[in-house]
T-cell receptor
């Protein structure tokens, strides 16, 4: 079955630690995205990638980093510089970027900083 | 600035019809998406409108008026499983999605 997987589903982190969230897709999509979802707010774009070895900052990139070494994978690292990292993180992919292609989402990772 | 407005919460009765409204202001416009999100789960795609008018897809329909910056999602024959948040997102001139905060729909028996 084609789809997007994210792991882990729940993640706990101590303040001052970096943590990496995994996102894998087997849909053969070129574009991948990371969003953050907080209660009472719309999804906010952290980073996106239109093609392997290329990525762009979204609206709230500070304190986050990404890599896109393979088409299937787009991991997100939440660094200790992120002031308020507790949130629900969603990864998405679409056939292409820069077009009206539908974005499909993974199941999400809920990160809690203790 | 860019903005999406939709009601925070709505309540409806099983078997009834409900209309969830969304107004948007974006820099350019490349279409309007509706997603359904059950609590703690991923958003799932429901509909996409780029031309004015009504698009029907089973029990769900979506309407767009570009001149008014307005869309609605119409859910008919409501079922308990329709209890979820419904997210409205407008695509701007850079093909980026601008998201509303979502409308939590509560279905009562």
């Amino acid at each position: 079955d084609g789809g997007i997987t994210q792991s882990p589903k729940y993640l706990f982190r101590k303040e001052g630690q970096n943590v990496t969230l995994s996102c894998e897709q087997n849909l053969n999509h070129d574009a991948m995205y990371w969003y953050r979802q907080d209660p009472g707010q719309g999804l906010r774009l952290i980073y996106y990638s239109q093609i392997v070895n290329d990525f762009q900052k979204g609206d709230i990139a500070e304190g986050y980093s990404v890599s896109r070494e393979k088409k299937e994978s787009f991991p997100l690292t939440v660094t200790s510089a992120q002031k308020n990292p507790t949130a629900f993180y969603l990864c998405a992919s679409s056939t292409t970027s820069g077009h009206t292609d539908t974005q499909y989402f993974g199941p999400g990772t809920r990160l809690t900083v203790l | 600035g860019q903005n999406i407005d939709q009601p925070t919460e709505m309540t409806a009765t099983e078997g009834a019809i409900v209309q969830i409204n969304c107004t948007y202001q974006t820099s350019g416009f490349n279409g309007l998406f509706w997603y359904q999100q059950h609590a703690g789960e991923a958003p799932t795609f429901l509909s996409y409108n780029v031309l004015d008018g009504l698009e029907e897809k089973g029990r769900f329909s979506s309407f767009l008026s570009r001149s008014k910056g307005y869309s609605y999602l119409l859910l008919k024959e409501l079922q308990m499983k329709d209890s979820a948040s419904y997210l409205c997102a407008a695509m701007d001139s850079n093909y980026q999605l601008i998201w509303g905060a979502g409308t939590k729909l509560i279905i009562k028996p």
